[in-house]
């Protein structure tokens, strides 16, 4: 079992939609990352969140510390969100800070 | 201020060739992270290295791989005597230091070894 699940590994949505997309973890964390990632493309830190609820534009990310759980959502999805969206866990304890990533989301919007 | 900034984008390879990937943390930042996507794989921990120091290389391949961050100039990932499983998305990210958690994502280097 990895140690962040992402689900769903695939979402189809239609212009509009509200979409959420969760991460559950089973390591102990310093922070959470969700990431942005287009084919062939580079990858664009959207949030980093130790608790409650970060908002940016359309962008909504929340975590459950207790819980070991967050989530992305995107409210009036756009095809210009179509992206995989990646969850990481920056494990806490130790020297390096490293980031354990899920395996992502990837997400088609249609028009 | 320019972000992080990975070179070359793309970089082939023949097998038995050695590839030099080279990334610029953003100013101020003396943390380096490297990690590697493997083809319809997610990312996973390389290395993470300060200024002149190897911090941790427990994701690094034992063979063939190394990394350097001197007190001057980009980070290295240098991979000797490359193979086909050596394909891969190479990812580097900087922060400012290990308590400031943010961190920044270049745009990657490609490498395909034919």
């Known amino acids: 079992k990895n140690e962040v699940e992402q689900s769903p590994q695939n979402l189809t949505a239609q212009e509009g939609e509200f979409i959420t997309i969760n991460c559950s973890y089973s390591?102990?964390?310093?922070?959470l990352h969700w990431l942005q990632q287009h084919p062939g493309g580079g990858i664009v830190s959207l949030f980093m969140l130790s608790s409650g609820k970060k908002k940016h534009g359309r962008l909504i990310a929340t975590i459950n510390i207790q819980e070991k759980h967050s989530s992305l959502h995107i409210t009036a999805s756009h095809p210009r969100d179509s992206a995989v969206y990646i969850c990481a866990a920056m494990e806490s304890g130790g020297a390096t800070n490293k980031l354990i990533f899920g395996t992502g989301t990837l997400l088609a919007v249609q028009p | 201020n320019a972000g992080v900034m990975q070179n070359p984008r793309h970089l082939v390879r023949r097998r038995g060739q050695e590839a030099r990937l080279r990334c610029s943390p953003m100013?101020?930042?003396?943390?380096v992270y490297w990690y590697r996507q493997l083809p319809e794989e997610g990312l996973k921990f390389m290395v993470y290295l300060q200024k002149e120091n190897i911090i941790d290389e427990s994701g690094m391949p034992k063979e063939r791989f190394s990394a350097e961050f001197p007190k001057e100039g980009p980070s290295i990932l240098r991979i000797q005597q490359v193979v086909r499983g050596d394909s891969a998305a190479y990812f580097c990210a900087s922060s400012r230091d290990r308590l400031n958690t943010e961190a920044f994502f270049g745009q990657g280097t490609r490498l395909t070894v034919v």
């Open positions: 390591v102990g964390i310093s922070a």
């Open positions: 100013k101020g930042h003396s943390h």
